[in-house]
């Protein structure tokens, strides 16, 4: 297939490209090498694609660019789109607002209509866990209810998954949207909490634990999020005609749309995903104890049933194992 990764030189987006690599397709990315983060990592993870994958070619483009986006379409004709491309962070939507409106809904309406003009066959985007918001039911099942985001990132992720429902029902586009839960690993961001802990503790300085420490996440381990976007690929939703009686839910529709959580499936205190770092680093954590920040939410559980049913994987990867080898890539990366 001739495939389309958005976001390509993101941590995502380039180890989606790395596992696609050497299976026969064509594949092209897209990113703006936006100055959120560390450009040069980005640029770094763009080179070990050069180096590595000979069948992936690069083309730095911005989402917003409408002109640019719908020619892209129109001149490689994609079979299906892997939509990873945003501006991410919540802390960061707090004091840049319009940045997540340029990219997140824009950009998304751009590869929409991308879709939508050259009838991709399948497009799979990236959402996210902070839609859940103030749910406080868990594990987060994609039937709840996500109409209480707490941080504009939450309401552009919303916002997306609503836009892609509109476009697979207006005009037949599939779409599967996938709610990844705090992903880490190899070549991750910077912005997140384990690459900010570990630099810190490598350079005996305090890290800053949000909540006083009273805080959970269903930490997911790279591979097995690119497991899970790579088989939903092959999952295409189909349109189905609704029956009397049955009951809306935000994740089940008669449009060729679907909505899946990708987590590992179990929360894992943030006091006991610090232990686990001082034993990859053979460091001693220095805490230094602080509020909730806004924007921010106690605990996320992702349930992980609709996605074994649909692609046959579960994630398999824990903490221990996947804090050790962050730190083993970080130790090797930053020749610490």
């Known amino acids: 297939m001739k495939l389309l990764i958005t976001g390509m030189a993101g941590f995502?987006?380039?180890?989606?490209?790395?596992?696609?690599?050497?299976?026969?397709?064509?594949?092209?990315?897209?990113?703006?090498?936006?100055e959120y983060y560390d450009v040069s990592l980005k640029q770094a993870?763009?080179?070990?694609l050069a180096a590595n994958c000979e069948d992936v070619r690069f083309i730095k483009m911005d989402l917003g660019d409408r002109v640019g986006m719908a020619a892209l379409f129109r001149d490689q004709r994609f079979d299906r789109v892997i939509h990873l491309a945003a501006q991410a962070g919540v802390r960061y939507s707090l004091e840049n607002p319009h940045v997540y409106a340029d990219s997140n809904l824009i950009g998304h309406l751009n590869v929409l209509e991308g879709c939508r003009q050259q009838k991709v066959k399948h497009l799979v985007y990236?959402?996210?866990s902070s839609v859940y918001g103030m749910n406080a039911k868990t594990p987060f099942d994609t039937a709840d209810n996500v109409d209480h985001p707490v941080s504009l990132y939450a309401a552009t992720k919303k916002a997306n998954?609503?836009?892609?429902?509109?476009?697979?029902?207006?005009?037949?586009?599939?779409?599967?949207?996938?709610?990844?839960?705090?992903v880490y690993g190899p070549w991750g961001r910077p912005d997140m909490a384990i690459f900010k802990f570990v630099k810190a503790m490598f350079e005996g300085k305090p890290i800053q634990v949000y909540n006083h420490g009273d805080m959970?996440?269903?930490?997911?381990?790279?591979?097995?999020?690119v497991?899970?976007?790579?088989?939903?690929?092959?999952?295409?939703?189909?349109?189905?005609?609704?029956?009397?009686?049955?009951?809306?839910?935000?994740d089940k529709s008669a449009a060729p749309y679907s909505l899946y959580n990708i987590g590992y499936g179990a929360p894992l205190s943030l006091m006991d995903f610090i232990?686990?770092?001082?034993?990859?680093?053979?460091?001693?954590?220095?805490c230094e104890y602080l509020p909730m920040q806004p924007g921010d939410v106690p605990r996320t559980w992702a349930d992980t049933e609709a996605l074994l049913q649909a692609t046959g994987y579960r994630p398999k990867v824990g903490v221990d194992e996947g804090v050790a080898r962050f730190v083993e890539w970080y130790r090797g990366f930053y020749n610490v």
């Open 161 to 182: 998954e609503l836009m892609s429902h509109t476009y697979a029902h207006l005009y037949d586009v599939p779409t599967t949207g996938l709610r990844f839960f705090t």
């Open 216 to 225: 959970s996440r269903d930490f997911t381990y790279i591979d097995d999020i």
């Open 227 to 250: 497991e899970g976007i790579v088989r939903v690929l092959d999952v295409i939703p189909q349109a189905g005609a609704a029956r009397p009686g049955d009951v809306a839910t935000p």
């Open 45 to 48: 993870r763009l080179d070990d």
């Open 126 to 128: 990236a959402s996210s």
């Open 12 to 34: 995502i987006g380039h180890a989606v490209a790395k596992r696609l690599s050497g299976q026969g397709h064509e594949i092209v990315g897209i990113d703006n090498l936006n």
């Open 275 to 286: 232990r686990a770092l001082e034993t990859a680093t053979g460091r001693e954590a220095i």
